[in-house]
């Protein structure tokens, strides 16, 4: 339980915060095989609440790639951001907390040169989670990729034609639909049996992607095409008693997650071709569709008891002799 004189600190503590000077501060560099500072770049900061988000002052960067934005009054109840843009492309910092610190450095912006070529993105990790059938006996499907570009310069699309990296979607996939990750999903495509991605993949961390589609009633194989490398493929599958097939598979038991339970899967690393596929059971029946059923049998059970206590009955009387 919060004292009186918590209660008192904190409601004051907003007020007090929102009044301070933060002084906010960095360097954008040019990544790539020797990092350089990038003169003139425009940087912006930008103020993110639950409602929305904008710009709240911008500078450019001067001959060292260094920057300096004065925040007159930081907000307790907003979160910040610096992005750097480089060759039309924003490159944005980690989160900002601004709250009780009267100067934030920021963690050096890495910009990159954009190319239309170079090495193959690579498919570092697939992730396929697996629901339990709903009512109608549907199961909801969700897919997580990781992609990592091993080059120099940020991939770029020339058009909706020539994708900064596609892969195929399972030939079971219905109503597909993209996800929220680091690519959005106004800048990803589902074309017959593949997802296009049309956004920008910079070098660095992994950028992940995800998308959802939904499997029939009538589903009992689903089949994880691997038409590229993949070093690692992870799988959730609620229906614990499911059968996966894939090369170098570890089992890695149940795992409960948000008070649900999965069978959790891992393979890799695959190559192009590999087989992987997970044999669905028929889908659960509820109580509610049991319910007749259950009667029915209550009934029977009812009927047959009170024939063999009759038969009882009759047995332990016999029949009457004459006098």
Known sequence: MLRPYTIVLICAFPATLASQTVSVSGRV????????PVPNAWVILHRVTREQGGPVDSVRTDARGRYSILVRRADSTSVYVVSAWYDSLAYFSTPLNLIGRPSVRVDDIIAYRTTTNGPPIRLARRLATVA???DDGTREVLEILELENTGQATRVSKDTLVPTWAG????????LRGGQGDISPDAMQFRHDSIIVLGPIPPGPVKQVSYGYALSRDTRSL????????LELNLLIEDTVAVVTAPKLERLGVQEIEQRRFA????????TGDRVE???PAGTVNAQTLLPYVIALLASAMVLALVWALRKKSSVVG???SA
């Open 29 to 36: 560099l040019l990544g790539g095989r020797d990092t350089v």
């Open 132 to 134: 339990a059938p709903k």
């Open 319 to 321: 029949p009457q002799s």
């Open 264 to 271: 959790a899967y891992r393979a890799g690393p695959l190559a």
């Open 278 to 280: 997970i044999q669905l």
């Open 223 to 230: 089949a994880i095409p691997i038409d590229q490398p993949t």
């Open 168 to 175: 195929r979607v399972p030939a079971a996939a219905g109503r």
